[in-house]
């Protein structure tokens, strides 16, 4: 259409890094004796927000603004001594870009400005002024899914589609964005591709006030089990929880995260697949070795040979 400005943008700050929990990389928990003695604790000042104030016209309704401000208010923001004060001041703006964005206020900003009101020797209390500039509300555009490689997608993309519980022309949310590459991501977890990101990228339609959306898939490859272990269950309990897949399958991580669930009684009362499932990748051969390792001070960490 001639006239009519359009313009790419990046989606990935809005939405955040995607981490999606597939049980491919454990992480790294370390003991409750683990820190070294001859480290001194942090000294922290804490930040109290008493009250906020939104200044001029914002799209936000009163009772929004009001549930924001309470939760503002409720969290708990620290600084360290090395940091100013207002180092926290994009933290406590976040939930307030979030709600304009989940409304369609793709480019909205929010600029908060601290007001000291009393500073104690470990707490600072603050009324903090914000300013909102929500520009224009956008709807969402066309959808479409591409590989990152010359490899076909290994879903169809009418499944993928399914995935993001947005269609054309409802107001674009960010939120709802991010659930679908979740679900994208267990989606290719279910079938092996533990590695698998799905990158957002737009097109903004400045005329038309809407966002085209394509999704490209780094699908990696698949993996498949080819060890399982077990560390720090009793030998009678070692033999009860039954395994929901055998050497040889497609890693699916949703059966395995059913796994814990399903053998709660077996296991220690915090077990959890990030705590306790480390995941051993071979990429040469497309393999996992998985230890469930429920020691009271287990090593997770995975590695790639």
């Excluded at 799209?59 to 929004?64: F, G, I, V």
């Excluded at 208010?73 to 979030?98: F, G, M």
Aim: aromatic share 8%.
């Amino acid at each position: 259409m001639i006239g009519r400005i359009c313009v790419r943008f990046g989606i990935l700050a809005l939405v955040g890094t995607v981490c999606f929990s597939r049980l491919g990389h454990a992480q790294s928990q370390g003991c409750a004796d683990s820190t070294p003695p001859s480290l001194a604790p942090v000294q922290e000042t804490k930040i109290s927000i008493v009250d906020v104030e939104f200044q001029g016209e914002n799209p936000l309704s009163d009772a929004l603004r009001a549930k924001l401000a309470t939760n503002i208010k409720q969290d708990h923001l620290w600084v360290t001594p090395e940091k100013s004060d207002s180092s926290w001041i994009d933290w406590a703006n976040y939930p307030i870009r979030k709600a304009l964005n989940n409304q369609g206020y793709f480019k909205a900003s929010v600029e908060g400005t601290p007001y000291l009101v009393r500073a104690l020797p470990a707490e600072r209390l603050y009324v903090l002024s914000v300013v909102v500039e929500s520009g224009p509300k956008f709807k969402l555009g066309k959808m479409r899914f591409a590989s990152a490689s010359e490899t076909p997608l290994v879903f169809p993309e009418a499944l993928l589609r399914q995935q993001i519980p947005m269609q054309e022309g409802e107001v674009f949310n960010i939120s709802k964005i991010r659930d679908g590459l979740d679900a994208i991501g267990r989606l290719y977890g279910s079938k092996g591709y533990i590695d698998a990101t799905p990158e957002p990228d737009t097109t903004i339609d400045e005329e038309g006030s809407r966002i085209d959306l394509l999704i490209k898939l780094d699908q990696q490859q698949p993996y498949r089990i080819a060890k399982t272990t077990f560390l720090g269950l009793g030998a009678n309990a070692q033999d009860e929880p039954k395994l929901p897949q055998k050497i040889g399958d497609l890693f699916n991580s949703a059966l395995w995260q059913d796994f814990f669930k399903d053998n709660k009684p077996h296991m220690p009362s915090d077990a959890s697949p990030e705590k306790n499932m480390q995941m051993q990748k071979n990429v040469r051969d497309g393999t996992l070795e998985i230890t469930f390792d429920f020691r009271p001070c287990p090593s997770t960490q995975a590695f790639d040979e």
